[in-house]
């Protein structure tokens, strides 16, 4: 089982910037895919952004530009910076992983919201 601890949400002005980082702990094999999604009130989960494990990155268009996905294996970490945040994309962000071994987790989610 792998269990994933999120941290680096909050509240945001927009223009600002935020760092979202996920660290997976448990018992696994390789993560092959470390990856964010987000969800809005009344809306559906979506991606936003992947790193694999040998360190290609996917971004939904809309942050592309603005926010880089990285990953740590020494530390089984994966990150999201976030910049030139605007408000749309005030959101639950929940970590995901695809571990070799176990299959997909999801972490319990961090809230980021833009707002003046």
């Known amino acids: 089982q792998v269990q994933l601890a999120e941290s680096g949400g909050g509240l945001v002005q927009p223009g600002g910037s935020l760092r979202l980082s996920c660290a997976a702990s448990g018992r696994f094999g390789r993560l092959l895919a470390m990856a964010w999604y987000r969800q809005a009130p009344g809306k559906q989960r979506e991606l936003v952004a992947r790193i694999t494990y040998g360190g290609e990155t996917t971004y939904t268009d809309s942050v592309k530009g603005r926010f880089t996905i990285s990953r740590d294996d020494a530390k089984n970490m994966v990150s999201l910076q976030m910049n030139s945040l605007k408000a749309e994309v005030t959101a639950a962000y929940y970590c995901?992983?695809?571990?070799?071994?176990?299959?997909?987790?999801w972490g319990q989610g961090t809230q980021v919201t833009v707002s003046s």
């Open positions: 995901n992983v695809f571990d070799s071994r176990a299959g997909d987790f």
